[in-house]
Nanobody, 121 residues
């Protein structure tokens, strides 16, 4: 069983950068696809980026070219480097560990408590 804890959120000005971290505990971290989601007030939670257990990545169109997801299996940690931040990136960011179902879908196994990212001048 895996548990995840996010860190690294905060207040940043438009155009700035932040790096979020998600530390996992438990065994077999490397078998999980790791994802970052976000939820803004009044909106549904959305996938921001995912990195599979073999290192393939996907991004939401709104963050392509600005955000980079990466994982360090030795440290059991996944990162989200966020550059050129915009006010519309303001949200609570959640880390997720999931297992692939084989049809392109994933089954969530753990969610973090979330970390607030606020982009404002």
């Amino acid at each position: 069983q895996v548990q995840v804890v996010e860190s690294g959120g905060g207040l940043v000005q438009p155009g700035g950068s932040l790096r979020l971290s998600c530390a996992a505990s438990g065994s077999d971290f490397s078998i999980y696809a790791m994802g970052w989601y976000r939820q803004a007030p009044g909106k549904q939670r959305e996938l921001v980026a995912r990195v599979t257990r073999v290192g393939s990545t996907i991004y939401a169109d709104s963050v392509k070219g600005r955000f980079t997801i990466s994982r360090d299996n030795a440290k059991k940690t996944v990162y989200l480097q966020m550059n050129s931040l915009k006010p519309e990136d303001t949200a609570v960011y959640f880390c997720n560990a999931a297992l692939p179902l084989g049809n392109g879908d994933y089954s969530a196994r753990a969610w973090g408590q979330g970390t607030q990212v606020t982009v404002s001048s």
